[in-house]
């Protein structure tokens, strides 16, 4: 890793994020703190450890007579991670325990940790063998992920299991959804040769670049040629809209969760539909609008509880709806992987009850004809199959539309929802779709 900030700080810094997420805070909010400096670094040390984090929490366990503090323990297992040998970070193994018995010292308030910290690392050297074989016996060290998201896996995804799993460890790659509206899919495809970069198509807007880039180097960035979105997640846009009334000369859409607003996006790109945005949290709702203004588009943008529409709603019903719902996220640990660790197996069935309040406020607000779209980025059965079951059971009147159900990480080519489709250039999502059929005169 290259950086301008010596290994020690870069230890230190990380150490807290990773600290911070062991408490219950998500990454994204604990690196905010991150100065701008130690970001890229610390982003990626992060990433790794988190993606090793079941196979630290187990050595850890191994090395340690007791629980120790947050801080420390996030240090030994970051340092633990760079120890090991089938780890690509390239550190020699004394710079790593030297650095981190540095980063302790720097701690002023865990300073006395540092002789603890040394210890356990050079144990972990001179024992590697018979504490490899230790932990490699449990379920959360061999995939790194806790051990009843395991189990619930392979219950639940039998055979498809262990190539969920696999997927979720890899690094996602850089999927581009392009703007029709301002470019081609062929003519960006030239524009990405022209400045050194190749890719492949996904889907009917996306491509999925070779290698990835930081957005600012992608040509006609800032003029809204393209954004960043996963495959999965462009499938519901075609999907809502190809089934919206023939009728209708300028359809009314509800994004119900609308935020980070990839899916709002796609909708106005694609097609002439008139969107009501919404989104419990208003700061993400600035973020969504200063991307809709990137790319050339507008909707109507509202912070409102889906679930509440007496506090939102006009009376007016839609002729599509898009419920993107909350969700356990278990879908995207690829691109997340403090999301397994933030999760408690009872926060799946809450989060089922929250899809269903949602999907039961929102129906009623459908017209005759009009078409809903159920989404998650989730792969677990309570939040995707059971789901369009349970509704299905509650409206019989349903009509089932054609629909990608479960799309899942790293199964590849053939699998339901991928067609043809490059191998990784999704993540895992769950649809389902219903036309409400039109009164009988």
């Known amino acids: 890793m290259t950086s301008g900030v010596g290994l020690a700080a870069q230890l230190q810094h990380t150490a807290g994020v990773l600290a911070a997420v062991a408490k219950g805070q998500r990454w994204d909010g ?102 490899e074989a230790s932990a490699a016996q449990t379920d959360e060290a061999r995939e790194n992920l806790p051990g009843w998201w395991v189990r619930r896996w392979r219950d639940e995804l039998g055979a498809h299991a262990q190539a969920v799993m696999s997927a979720s460890r890899e690094h996602p790659p850089m999927v581009l959804r392009v703007n029709r509206r301002r470019c081609q899919v062929k003519a960006y495809i030239q524009a990405l040769v022209a400045n050194g970069l190749s890719a492949r198509a996904v889907g009917e807007d996306g491509l999925m670049l070779e290698h990835a880039v930081p957005v600012h180097q992608l040509p006609g960035w800032a003029q809204g040629w393209v954004s960043v979105q996963d495959g999965a997640a462009q499938l519901a846009a075609p999907l809502l ?3 919206l009334p023939a009728a209708a000369t300028r ?119 009009g078409c809903l779209v159920y989404a998650v980025c989730s792969v677990f059965d309570a939040e995707g199959p059971a789901q369009a079951d349970w509704f299905a059971g509650q409206h019989p009147e349903a009509q089932p539309l054609a629909a990608p159900g479960r799309v899942l990480p790293g199964v590849g080519v053939g699998a339901p929802g991928l067609g043809d489709n490059p191998i990784m250039a999704f993540d895992g999502f769950f649809y389902a779709a219903w036309r409400k059929p039109q009164p009988v005169v």
Not at 55 to 81: F, I
Not at 353 to 361: D, E, F, H, I, K
């Open 30 to 131: 604990a690196m905010a703190r991150v100065t701008p400096a130690l970001r890229p670094a610390v982003q990626a040390l992060s990433f790794h450890a988190m993606r090793h984090e079941g196979w630290a929490r187990t050595m850890l366990g191994l090395l340690a007579s007791r629980a120790p503090a947050p801080w420390p323990g996030a240090l030994l297992k970051l340092a633990l991670v760079l120890l090991r040998a089938q780890d690509a970070m390239a550190y020699a193994p004394h710079t790593v325990v030297n650095q981190a018995v540095s980063a302790c010292r720097a701690q002023e308030a865990q300073a006395h940790a540092a002789g603890w910290v040394n210890a356990c690392l050079r144990r972990y050297l001179r024992e590697t063998q018979a504490l």
């Open 241 to 243: 809209l190809e089934a």
């Open 251 to 369: 359809p009314r859409v509800l994004d119900a969760c609308a935020a980070p607003g990839g899916k709002t996006a796609h909708l106005l790109e694609r097609g002439d539909v008139d969107v009501l945005a919404l989104d419990l949290d208003a700061e993400r709702l600035t973020r969504v609008q200063s991307s809709l203004q990137r790319l050339g588009l507008g909707a109507t943008l509202r912070a409102a509880d889906a679930a509440q529409p007496r506090a939102w709603h006009d009376g007016v019903p839609f002729d599509g709806i898009l419920l993107d719902a909350p969700c356990s996220a278990s879908g995207i640990v690829r691109r997340h992987p403090d999301i397994p660790w933030l999760r408690r197996p009872q926060d799946i069935d809450g989060l089922a009850q929250r899809q269903r309040q949602l999907l039961r406020t929102l129906w009623p607000l459908l017209k005759p004809g």
